[in-house]
């Protein structure tokens, strides 16, 4: 087997410290994105599997065929990540991985044609037009090049070659290849950010990005527009510095950037698509003042219907490091409905939501989703006209429209009315976890509805909120798959490694004789020096014959263990444990 190309790298958190044991996956950048085949050789003798797992010190290698990959980082399970890095795209590994330009087509690229017309030219797929017109004879009408660059200008993708001129109307040789379909942009559709209302030149790209390597927002353009966009499946969208922006006049229902259905959800929505780095500004001040809005009371009052980012029934489709700034409606809406799919498996990643008209984030029937690292400001804002105001809420409308296993990770509200929500038919919020929620400055911190809280808390963080824990109380403790078990291996001062923050020890059943300790330490990745672990002799030996105590320090604990009866015991106690977040400022 001829020798494949090596690719290596160490996985790291955002404080740059090494993560062992995080799951590496490795996709091919063709159509339907299958998994690689990878080996731990150069000569493809010995397969590893895939996903494959970073060693102790968070490092990573393979050796795979050369081409373009997808690489995806994460812990946890899939569905719903504790830790996720940056997703890679069309990673180039090996010499044979990916042309930097147009080069030499191949011949399966090419169509050759003699005294080809140029009605027959015009007939062809979309190209560019490329060559001069210096010929045995004159060249072609005026008119006739018109209509062919008319024709060439909104795709720009083909390369087309005139390499002589045999006669008016007809050319000697066409070359017409794909090679040049690598990135796309707004201004080859005529969108230039003038001002004017650009909407269906915007369409015009969104529609054309999915044959495109990747579709890039110009940096540092504002691109204007009255009227809903809507991308499509297998894109990768680059808006980094890029505005889209309601115009003052715009209608209600305008400014947004839609992952559905071009109904906005009456069929399923797109699959595999991402995007990085947009802004869409609703301008919702200056329209609300222009009367755009609707006039009423509750959450018809003084907003659109338009979310700045509209995921419905989609599948697979990422945000990261997007911006919501005066959203018509919410900021940022994740979706579905029994009837045409939940929106599964997708993302919100580092992005930003501030003066939403409605909520920052609203999740309203998900499988499988998750919010990681993403923030929402003045949300109090829709407030003032009367609306539901909610950093991050999860409002299912019914059983068909649950939000089953969705993950808020490491979130933060500032300034809101409600800084974490549970509205709406809160018992089909099914599995659903808060992970180091951060609430500021807001009225109700964490909020449940009045049936319970159905969403588990942990380690919640509050400053400054009139309200922190609103039905919640009872969100105090942990749940399945928090926990975990280990057992002593060869005696009662044996240290044991369990990385959950809850779990149970069985100890050793070597003797400890009466009145003497025995002290081991717990290895746990998750304590912390102002941190409180809370032990209970819950089964096996003679309950109320043990005092406990622990030290907590940065990853362990050593846990004391005394004998307070007038016997020497030997006995395999069982240590229920429970970790309590604690801080000294």
């Known amino acids: 087997m001829t020798d494949l190309a090596r690719h290596q790298f160490t996985v790291q958190d955002e404080d740059g410290n090494a993560v062992p044991g995080a799951h590496v996956e490795v996709r091919l950048e063709v159509p339907g994105q299958p998994l690689a085949s990878l080996f731990s050789d150069r000569t493809g003798l010995s397969a590893i599997g895939n996903p494959f797992d970073t060693d102790a010190d968070g490092f990573a290698f393979f050796h795979v ?208 698509s991402s995007m990085f780095g947009l802004t869409v500004h609703g301008n919702g001040a200056a329209r609300f003042t222009a009367g755009s809005f609707a006039a009423g009371v509750g959450v018809n009052a003084g907003m659109g219907a338009a979310a700045s980012f509209y995921m419905v029934a989609a599948t697979n489709c990422h945000l990261y490091d997007c911006k919501s700034i005066e959203g018509e409606a919410d900021g940022f809406y994740m979706g579905g409905h029994d009837s045409i799919g939940l929106s599964s498996g997708c993302t919100f990643n580092s992005c930003f939501a501030t003066l939403s008209r409605r909520n920052a984030y609203s999740f309203v029937g998900t499988l499988n989703c998750s919010a990681n690292y993403s923030v929402a400001t003045e949300t109090s804002y829709g407030a003032t006209v009367g609306n539901l105001s909610t950093g991050f809420d999860q409002e299912p409308d019914g059983t068909s429209s649950k939000n089953n296993g969705l993950t808020l990770n490491c979130c933060k509200a500032f300034n809101c009315v409600d800084g974490f929500a549970e509205h709406g038919a809160v018992t089909n919020n099914v599995g659903c976890a808060w992970i180091s929620p951060f609430a500021f400055s807001c009225t109700n911190g964490f909020l449940s509805g009045n049936v319970g809280p159905q969403t588990r808390i942990t380690s919640p963080t509050h400053k400054f909120c009139t309200n922190p824990f609103v039905n919640c109380n009872s969100h105090v403790g942990y749940t399945d798959g928090d926990g975990g078990t280990v057992t002593q291996a060869s005696s009662k001062t044996t240290g044991v490694t369990l990385n959950r923050p809850s779990g149970a020890i069985t100890m050793n059943a070597a003797t400890l004789n009466a009145g003497n300790v025995a002290s081991f330490v717990l290895t746990n990745d998750r304590i912390a020096a102002t941190d409180v672990l809370v032990l209970n002799h819950i089964s096996g030996g003679a309950i109320g014959a043990y005092m406990f105590n622990a030290q907590c320090g940065a990853g362990s604990a050593t846990i004391n263990v005394r004998n307070i009866s007038a016997s020497n015991l030997s006995e395999a106690i069982i240590i229920q444990y429970a970790l309590i977040k604690g801080a000294q400022t």
């Open 65 to 272: 065929t050369g081409g373009a990959y997808q690489i995806r980082v994460y812990t946890g399970a899939s569905g719903a990540p504790t830790f996720e890095a940056p997703l890679q795209r069309w990673v180039a590994i090996g010499l044979n991985s990916e042309a930097d330009g147009i080069g030499t087509p191949d011949a399966g690229d090419l169509q050759n044609c003699t005294n080809l017309p140029l009605s027959g030219l015009q007939a062809q797929a979309p190209y560019t037009l490329v060559g001069n017109f210096s010929g045995l004879t004159a060249a072609p009408t005026a008119s006739a090049l018109d209509a062919l660059t008319a024709k060439a200008l909104p795709d720009g993708a083909d390369l087309l070659m005139i390499q002589d001129q045999a006669d008016s109307g007809s050319f000697k040789k066409v070359l017409l290849s794909t090679v040049g379909r690598i990135a796309a942009t707004p201004e080859m559709f005529g969108a230039i950010g003038d001002g004017s209302d650009e909407t269906e030149k915007l369409q015009d790209f969104l529609d054309a990005a999915p044959s495109y390597h990747v579709g890039i927002f110009t940096p540092g353009k504002t691109y204007w527009v009255d009227g809903l966009l809507f991308v499509r499946s297998n894109s990768y969208l680059i808006g980094y510095g890029a505005t889209v922006k309601a115009l003052v006049t715009a209608t209600i229902n305008s400014c947004s950037v839609n992952f559905t259905d071009d109904t906005q959800g009456t069929a399923a929505g797109p699959v595999n």
